[in-house]
């Protein structure tokens, strides 16, 4: 079953803080300057006194040839209770070891692909156990 969430932010913390000036209600996702924080809280090993300014974190799988989506920022986004989108995944390989390594979500121009693939897990995980795994997207 499909969620249906709606979510604002802006490239540009400037940007960002206009719009949370004037609607400061509405869930926001992560801009440039939050996202460069969080991965670094990450990988210094400073989550504990991490405090997530946004709802949702929403990510390149890499960024400047560096990867940002790695089972420490997965753990890390768990733990600080922030739901994390990875896009622009199109190729299915991908999207199965991104949802393996349990990422909250994906962003992509492909929805026939991923469609197929959730499908295809969860009649897995069914016929495997009996029951759908819970961890596997909704």
């Not at 946004?54 to 990510?59: A, I």
């Not at 920022?73 to 739901?83: D, I, K, L, Q, S």
């Not at 989108?85 to 909250?104: E, F, K, S, Y």
């Amino acid at each position: 079953r499909l969620k249906r969430l709606q979510v604002v932010g802006a490239e540009s913390w400037r940007a960002y803080r206009h719009i949370h000036r004037l609607a400061p209600e509405l869930p926001s996702f992560y801009c440039r300057r939050s996202v460069v924080a969080f991965v670094l809280a990450a990988h210094l090993g400073l989550m504990r006194w991490y405090r997530p300014p946004h709802h949702t974190l929403q990510l390149p799988e890499r960024f400047a040839g560096l990867p940002l989506v790695t089972q420490r920022t997965v753990h890390a986004a768990r733990r600080a209770g922030v739901p994390l989108i990875v896009w622009t995944i199109n190729a299915p390989a991908d999207m199965q070891r991104l949802l393996h390594l349990g990422v909250d979500g994906l962003i992509t121009d492909r929805p026939d692909e991923l469609s197929r693939l959730i499908a295809a897990r969860r009649a897995a995980a069914a016929g495997a156990e009996g029951t759908p795994d819970p961890s596997f997207p909704r």
